[in-house]
Every structure is written in structure tokens, then in C-alpha cells.
């Protein structure tokens, strides 16, 4: 089980350009309401640059054990880089100890080879003031990633669609606190399987320009989505430049099977980068400690993120990790529990330790529908998300039903929170203007705020402005028909996809990705298996 094959697991993420900004980018009063709101349709916010030191739960002897404990995995037990004889025959050229189907490590192998990995990259959008960070002080907000299933605008759960997936990426466009377009926003079961990863990166290109993420199904399918990159950004700067993100998972515990590999294989020979992230159910795929779930999962991190130095040195590759735990009673992953937050904290800091760019986190939940408990869990995973230093945070919004689903509703919610967490990562403003020393003089004992110089010169941004939240009375809460959260947020994503305006895309781009696409499709028979 893994995160890109949603259809088949239960998260669901295994299996040069001209832009212009949409509706609302000009100034006057959208603009300063957006700046209250965290942005509205077409005000995007750049990619969070942390002002907040992270919060650490392991000290350096906890650390260090944990890592002794992971070069003795790959030392002693090994990881399979199954059904991939190029994969196995690089290791042995390496120096591993390859047995069958398994790679035993040296101590410090992996460590050495990553040495060549970038800490930090930019990825390249196709409208340039879109870029993003990865690593550092950088954090990247994607969409929910894989699920076979949506609940729609009507309240229904059924199959997603390719219209879902487009309407999916037009409201991440639209969205000021999500910074990247993400992949698989859900899993169109109405287009082959073999066919639909054309249309799936075309609307990533079409509907959105900003970053988005390279389809891993398969290693050709992989090569399409490159073919098509280099039709956007052209063949010498995609070589030299990363302008793609894949999730490349591990099949936990300790096994790379042939699809990730070849995936993997491909973007890092294009110099693009791979999110090498095992997919662990606590108790079921790791152990059920925190310690022995953070030594798999960096046994599991060093051996696939090296490998992509050994397939191309200098390729970036990012330490990610996704980490639930499970019911004991029942078998399902639970969310929003302190064990997963903890390992969340532990990888992020051994993943510094590395000098790695690192993903983990976003807004989980098990909840079947957009109620308290997916707010609570929500809530508790993204909370430790930030904190934890995270630099590329997939499953940012619209996660639903442990993955299963991607939810209107709950993207519109969720976005409403990323907005809060962009501004809580600001920090504190020791500025002037933030000590508010004329403020404290001006009003003096006994006397308010309200008038003063300093609140009207600042009240327009001064505290985060929820547009999903009701902070007016009961009686006008009542006149305005008693809505529910959930129902506003509905209300929202109406008004967003019925005002979106595509971005600019060339017509030259436009059509040789439609020629691609329509040769693609020919050459093959549909496949829905």
C-alpha cells in the first residue's frame, strides 16, 4: 500500500512561459479585503518564509540513536529495490551488498552519496512569479493528492471526474494560501487509466500556472509528463532547471517496487525532483512505537533519496514522510493522534540533520463528512505540520475520509486555514509599526484603542479575517438562514469556479501540448486496468 495507488490504498497520494494574474489582482477595496482574508480569488500570497523557530522533540542522544538505529536496518536487514535489475546492478557498482532482490548498506554509503543533493531548489512555474522554494525556511502549500472519490458541491459522494479534477485546480489557482497546483487533486475514473496522467497534467498546465507534480504511475507515463514540461518550458531549461515535483513512496516496510523506481529513474535523470516518502500505517507497515516507526522511516528515506544521486548526483530529492497510526481494534488509520505529530517532529528534524528539503503533514482526517471531528484532526496534524519546519506540505486541502475522498467543501475550509498559518508563520512584527510605542502614548490610562491614530492606520490587516467563519450576532446569524461552516464554504466554491478566469497560456504552448496529447492517445488502446 502506498500513497500514489489511490484507487487500490487508503491515503490516496502510490502509487519559458509568459502569466498574468486572474480577477482581483489589481488594488483598491478587494485588495485590502484580501489582505484581512489571508487574499481572495486571483490575490496569491508567495510561499510562507518561516519566521518561527520549529519545535524540536528529540535531543541530540535521541537523534543519534535513532540514526544508529536506521544504519544497523539498512546495514543488517536491508531494503528490496524489487523486479529493477538497473537499480540493483547500480547499487552493486556502489558498493552495497546486493543478495537477491535485497541491498545491504555499508555504514555511511547513503549519507555520502546524498552530499550531493541540493538543500534547497527553487521549482519553476510557468508564470515566474509563481515559483517556490523547497527547503530552508520555505513552505510550499500543494492540495489534497489521489482520491478515487469526491463529495461534490450537491453533497454527494460518488467517482471523481475529469471535470472534478479541473474544478479541483482551478480553486487551488484560485486560492491565495495554496502555493502549488499538487498532482493527482483526485482520481479521474472516467478516462483510462493508461490515458487519463495527459489530461491530468494538461489541466495542471491549462486551468493553474503554478507548480505542479509529474504523474509516477509509470515510468512512461512519467516520460509523458516530462514530454510535456518541455513543451511549456522548453528542452535546455527543464535539464537545467526543476520545473516538476513526484511522490515517489515506498511500499512499507523497506521495499521500492519497480513502478516507484522507474519513476524515480526518470525525473532524476531530467533533473527533476522526487519526494522519496515511505507510506506507513503505524502498527501495520511500522512498528508501533514512535522510536521504531522514525528508525524505518529514516532506513526507508536514506535508501531511496540516495539512490537518486546515484541515477543522476545533484538531482533534488526531498525527505517526505507520511505517518498515521491505526485503530487497534479495527485496522483503520486514525488521524489527528500525538504519535503521528511526534514522528512528523523526529523526521523533520532528522531530515535537517541531512540537509534536506522536507514534506510531511497537511490537514488529515478519518471524518466521512466536513464536521468536528475533521476540524479537530485537521487542526492537530497541520498544527505540528508547521511547527515541525515543514517545507513541502501535500494534502494542504480537501482531504477527506482518510484520503478516500476530496471534498469541496472541506478544500474551502481548509484554505481558510492555511491563510491563518501563513500569517502565524510571520512571527511576531518587532518593527516600529508593530511596537505600537505612539499607539500605547496616544490613548494613555483608562481610555481604548478604537479611535486612535495607529488602529486606523492598521485595522484594514491588522488581524486575519476568516471567510469562512460567522462572527456576527445570533440574531443576524439567524436572519441570514442559520448557515452552517460547511454550507458557507459551499456557498464560496460556487462563487469561485463560477468567476474563474484561466490564466494566460500561449496558443503555440497550447496547441503542441493538444497535438502531444492527441498522438499519445492514438497510439494506444484504452486500458481501464
Not at 77 to 88: H, M, P, V
Not at 201 to 216: E, L, N, R, T
Not at 286 to 293: E, H
Not at 314 to 320: E, I, K, S, Y
Request: proline residues 5%; hydrophobic residues 40%.
Amino acid at each position: 500500500m502506498s500513497e500514489n495507488a489511490a484507487v487500490d490504498n487508503h491515503e490516496g497520494d502510490h502509487h519559458a512561459a509568459s502569466g498574468r494574474r486572474g480577477r482581483g489582482a489589481s488594488g483598491g477595496a478587494a485588495a485590502r479585503r484580501a489582505a484581512r482574508s489571508g487574499g481572495g480569488p486571483g490575490t496569491q500570497l508567495t510561499y510562507i518564509r518561516r519566521k518561527i523557530k520549529v519545535y524540536e522533540v528529540l535531543d541530540e542522544e535521541g537523534l543519534a540513536l535513532i540514526e544508529k538505529n536506521a544504519d544497523t536496518v539498512l546495514e543488517e536487514t536491508g531494503i528490496e529495490f524489487r523486479d529493477d535489475e538497473e537499480a540493483l546492478e547500480l547499487w552493486k557498482q556502489a558498493g552495497a551488498d546486493v543478495k537477491g532482490q535485497r541491498v545491504h548498506f555499508p555504514k555511511g554509503l547513503c549519507r555520502s552519496l546524498l552530499k550531493t543533493a541540493p538543500p534547497i531548489f527553487t521549482q519553476h512555474a510557468r508564470n515566474r512569479d509563481r515559483s517556490v522554494q523547497i527547503g530552508g525556511d520555505a513552505t510550499v502549500f500543494a492540495p489534497v493528492y489521489g482520491p478515487p472519490f469526491v463529495r461534490d458541491l450537491d453533497g454527494n459522494r460518488r467517482y471523481a471526474t475529469i471535470e472534478d479534477f479541473q474544478n479541483f485546480v482551478k480553486l487551488a489557482y484560485m486560492a491565495p494560501s495554496i502555493h502549488h497546483s499538487g498532482g493527482t487533486v483526485c482520481e479521474p475514473v472516467d478516462v483510462p487509466v493508461n490515458k487519463r496522467h495527459l489530461d491530468m497534467v494538461y489541466s495542471h498546465i491549462k486551468y493553474s500556472d503554478k507548480p505542479f507534480m509529474g504523474s509516477v504511475t509509470a515510468p512512461e507515463r512519467a516520460e509523458d509528463t516530462v514530454a510535456m514540461a518541455k513543451i511549456v518550458f522548453g528542452d535546455e531549461f527543464v535539464e537545467n532547471n526543476t520545473v516538476l515535483t513526484s511522490l515517489i513512496n515506498a511500499n512499507s516496510p523497506m521495499v521500492f517496487d519497480e513502478t516507484m523506481l522507474g519513476a524515480l529513474k526518470v525525473y532524476s535523470r531530467h533533473n527533476q525532483a522526487c519526494i522519496v516518502t515511505p507510506f506507513i500505517l503505524a502498527g501495520a507497515m511500522s512498528p508501533v512505537t514512535v522510536a521504531g516507526t522514525l528508525t524505518q522511516v529514516l532506513a526507508e528515506v536514506l535508501a531511496g533519496a540516495s539512490f537518486t544521486q546515484l541515477v543522476n548526483p545533484g538531482a533534488p530529492v526531498l525527505f517526505g514522510t507520511f505517518a498515521s497510526s491505526i485503530s487497534m481494534q479495527s485496522g483503520a488509520p486514525t488521524f489527528g493522534t500525538p504519535e503521528p505529530s511526534l514522528v512528523s517532529y523526529g523526521a523533520a528534524q532528522l531530515a535537517r540533520r541531512l540537509g534536506l528539503p522536507f514534506r510531511t503533514g497537511g490537514s488529515l482526517c478519518a471524518s466521512k463528512t466536513e464536521d468536528a471531528q475533521a476540524a479537530y484532526e485537521s487542526a492537530n496534524t497541520l498544527n505540528s505540520t508547521i511547527l515541525a519546519g515543514t517545507n513541502f506540505v501535500l494534502h494542504s486541502a480537501g482531504w477527506l475520509e482518510g484520503g478516500l475522498a476530496s471534498s469541496y467543501d472541506k478544500f474551502m475550509m481548509d484554505i481558510d486555514q492555511l491563510g491563518m498559518q501563513q500569517k502565524f508563520a510571520e512571527g511576531v512584527d518587532l518593527s516600529e509599526n508593530g511596537q505600537a510605542m505612539d499607539a500605547i502614548r496616544q490613548v494613555g490610562p483608562g481610555s481604548h484603542y478604537l479611535g486612535c491614530d495607529h488602529t486606523q492606520a492598521n485595522f484594514q490587516t491588522a488581524f486575519y479575517r476568516s471567510s469562512i467563519a460567522d462572527n456576527n450576532s445570533f440574531e443576524q446569524w439567524l436572519a441570514e438562514g442559520e448557515k452552517t461552516a460547511p454550507q458557507r464554504a459551499n456557498q464560496l466554491a460556487r462563487h469561485w469556479l463560477e468567476s474563474y478566469e484561466a490564466p494566460f497560456l500561449d496558443p503555440g504552448i497550447d496547441d503542441g501540448l493538444k497535438d502531444f496529447i492527441a498522438k499519445k492517445k492514438e497510439s494506444m488502446p484504452d486500458a481501464f486496468t
